[in-house]
């Protein structure tokens, strides 16, 4: 059975999630070698974040985005591919998504230019609304 055209940008972020983890550990573990900073497991996590530069902390920051709204897309993108509905614009719609999600890191990872990737997650969100949409006009 050949894969559902969805299952490739589904894919492809989450590639992309791991590039911004490799990015996040290649940024963080240096700054906390040239910082010495020591990780105090008693303490809360936000006294270890606040000693970061702030450079460092936006890859993590944008990682952890990468963790909350994707799933409703991977859902979303997944229930599509089961019901047969993951081609046309549907995938289109999923790559959309998913170039809007990689522009959105690189702003945050980089610049973090706060309305530009407000706006980056606004689009991306619609996007994503349009797909779960759609989904629940072919399930329901």
């Given at each position: 059975?050949?894969?559902?055209?969805?299952?490739?940008?589904?894919?492809?972020?989450?590639?992309?999630?791991?590039v911004m983890?490799?990015?996040?550990?290649?940024?963080?573990i240096?700054?906390?070698?040239?910082?010495?900073?020591?990780?105090?497991?008693?303490?809360?996590?936000?006294?270890?974040?606040?000693?970061l530069?702030?450079?460092?902390?936006?890859?993590?920051?944008?990682?952890?985005h990468?963790?909350?709204?994707?799933?409703?897309?991977?859902?979303?993108?997944?229930?599509?591919?089961?019901?047969?509905?993951?081609?046309?614009?549907?995938?289109?719609?999923?790559?959309?998504y998913?170039?809007?999600?990689?522009?959105?890191?690189?702003?945050?990872?980089?610049?973090?230019?706060?309305?530009?990737?407000?706006?980056?997650?606004?689009?991306?969100s619609?996007?994503?609304?349009?797909?779960?949409i759609?989904?629940?006009?072919?399930?329901?």
């Open positions: 059975m050949p894969a559902s055209p969805i299952l490739a940008p589904v894919i492809a972020l989450v590639l992309w999630s791991f983890w490799a990015w996040l550990y290649a940024t963080r240096p700054a906390i070698t040239r910082l010495k900073i020591v990780y105090d497991p008693r303490r809360p996590s936000s006294d270890f974040e606040n000693v530069p702030p450079e460092v902390r936006w890859k993590a920051d944008n990682y952890n990468l963790m909350e709204q994707p799933t409703i897309f991977y859902a979303t993108a997944l229930a599509l591919a089961l019901i047969g509905q993951g081609g046309g614009l549907n995938a289109w719609l999923a790559w959309a998913v170039g809007l999600r990689v522009i959105h890191s690189l702003v945050q990872a980089t610049r973090n230019a706060i309305m530009v990737r407000f706006s980056i997650f606004m689009v991306s619609v996007v994503l609304l349009v797909m779960a759609r989904a629940a006009m072919a399930v329901f």
